[in-house]
């Protein structure tokens, strides 16, 4: 929790209602992000993404397993997120625990469409090697190093981006006559496949502070919130999903207009971090 004096809570409120937040913002604009690509060598792909001093990194494993029952044309995928305890002081002890838990479901539901793995985010059919068979489980692990606010946002681009560098590879399957007969396959170590994230969305956090709502808020302007809205967007402007936090209630109105306002923020976000992964990738090859 962010300890802060009533002068520097009046402070944090009275710069938000007149549209000019303490390190010089707007309501609507994000702080600086970077992104570096293939930072872990042992994975799939991996991305570390810094909002400010926000910090984060994320990677993606893949690994043959056997489609669900409920499922048979798909693959999985399951979303981890860790709390490093020098992150900040609250993730010690259960604390981090409680906030993986909670980060981990939001992220699952945001990207995949909750338990259900509707896909909202990512194509699992086209994880999918042979119907009922054989197919690629995705495990995506993330590591909070540093946090100063908006997790959700910068895990969601740290999963995208490390997405983005996913290279899996190419399978070939063996002819099989028998319907209970499980496959052969071959790995190719030549021949990779890279992971499409066109349909992957970004999450946009919409915190109230007072009257007006901001985005990518720091962990002192968290502090000060009644309740936010992380809503779950993708290119084409479509809503993935959407989660409410904190105990004051909103008005239907008011999450349509937030709704509508991360929308437009979406573009803005989607174009730097698309450029950013770009840029990324490219000095990575050099």
């Known amino acids: 929790m962010v300890g802060l004096s009533?002068?520097?809570?009046?402070?944090?409120q009275g710069g938000i209602a007149q549209g000019l937040r303490t390190d010089g913002r707007k309501r609507l604009t994000y702080r600086s992000i970077s992104v570096e690509t293939g930072v872990i060598e042992q994975v799939n792909g991996s991305a570390r993404v810094k909002m400010g001093a926000t910090d984060v990194v994320a990677s993606v494993?893949?690994?043959?397993?056997?489609?669900?029952s409920s499922q048979p044309d798909k693959g999985k995928v399951a979303i981890n997120v860790d709390c490093s305890p020098t992150a900040a002081p609250v993730f010690e002890g259960r604390g981090g625990e409680e906030l993986s838990a909670e980060l981990s479901g939001a992220l699952q539901r945001c990207l995949l469409g909750g338990k259900s793995g509707a896909g909202a985010g990512i194509d699992l059919a086209s994880l999918s090697i042979a119907d009922g068979k054989i197919c690629w489980d995705l495990y995506i692990d993330c590591l909070v190093v540093s946090a100063d606010g908006n997790l959700l946002d910068a895990l969601a681009a740290a999963i995208k981006a490390a997405l983005s560098n996913t290279l899996i590879n190419k399978v070939e399957i063996a002819a099989y006559t028998s319907s209970d007969e499980q496959p052969e396959?071959?790995?190719?170590?030549?021949?990779?496949?890279?992971?499409?994230?066109?349909?992957?969305?970004?999450i946009v956090t919409l915190t109230k502070?007072?009257?007006?709502?901001?985005?990518?808020a720091t962990s002192e302007e968290e502090s000060q919130m009644s309740s936010a809205v992380s809503v779950s967007v993708n290119r084409k402007g479509h809503i993935c999903g959407l989660i409410k936090r904190g105990g004051t209630g909103l008005d239907p109105s008011v999450i349509l207009d937030m709704i509508s306002v991360a929308k437009h923020v979406s573009e803005q976000l989607f174009d730097k971090l698309d450029s950013e992964i770009s840029a990324?990738?490219?000095?990575?090859?050099?």
């Open 6 to 12: 009533l002068g520097e809570k009046l402070f944090i």
């Open 185 to 202: 396959v071959d790995l190719s170590d030549e021949e990779f496949l890279k992971f499409d994230t066109s349909a992957v969305p970004v």
């Open 280 to 286: 990324a990738e490219a000095y990575e090859r050099e």
């Open 61 to 68: 494993k893949a690994e043959l397993g056997r489609p669900s």
């Open 209 to 216: 502070v007072g009257k007006h709502y901001i985005v990518d």
